[in-house]
């Protein structure tokens, strides 16, 4: 039985046909552009991992040398407790470069932009507000958050950004940390915050000031 065989049941000009043919290619074109989806998604995943690799390679240099350093002692426990509760080794970066300026460097010119300085103390020690605060503190923890955008949003991919914003909200061992870092860095200079306070001041960055930002 041949194509013949059929040729006089079968109107090829017939509109059904042409249509079916139409829907045909449409679907066949449908998949060639999720095939191509497909393969970008892939290769951004595998752009991810090599990224989160290197992050993970520099956590652990930069690690070390804060292991050896005494003086970062008390904030061993919550940073282990974030690795624990699978904290993407970027943010445990961004963390810790509040209080360790090599890491804030590091980030910073992985974007082409300066190294910041400080070194800031007053002599009498100062309780935290937001009236009193002084303006070189002020702008340590805005060139923080401002790393913390390169961090994050630095040619990331869908799937990578949505896992930091849900690492953000819903950890607890990350807001821990972050509050044991950022209630070391005043400490550091000499002022004093509660821990109640330095959790919403934290909260308060991460919900109204990161989070919008890099949706």
């Known amino acids: 039985m041949g194509v013949n065989d059929f040729g006089g049941d079968i109107d090829w000009t017939d509109e059904s046909w042409i249509s079916m043919w139409n829907v045909s290619e449409q679907i066949s074109e449908a998949y060639k552009e999720e095939v191509k989806k497909g393969d970008k998604q892939a290769k ?21 040398k804060i292991l050896i350093d005494k003086s970062y002692d008390k904030l061993l426990p919550s940073l282990f407790k974030a690795f624990d509760s699978w904290v993407p080794s970027n943010l445990i970066l961004w963390i810790m470069s509040l209080v360790y300026i090599d890491i804030s460097h590091t980030i910073r010119q992985s974007t082409g932009r300066s190294n910041i300085s400080f070194n800031f103390s007053i002599e009498e020690t100062l309780n935290f507000s937001g009236d009193n605060l002084p303006q070189e503190i002020k702008d340590r923890i805005n060139s923080w958050v401002e790393d913390v955008h390169s961090v994050i949003s630095f040619n990331p991919s869908k799937i990578y950004t949505t896992r930091v914003i849900e690492s953000i909200k819903d950890s607890k061992e990350l807001y821990n940390f972050s509050v044991e870092v950022f209630i070391y860095f005043l400490s550091e200079s000499n002022i004093y915050i509660k821990p109640k306070t330095a959790w919403d001041y934290v909260g308060f960055i991460f919900q109204k000031i990161i989070l919008p930002k890099i949706k």
């Open 44 to 64: 951004k995943s595998r752009k991810d991992e090599k990224k989160a690799k290197q992050h993970d390679m520099l956590l652990a240099k930069f690690l070390v």
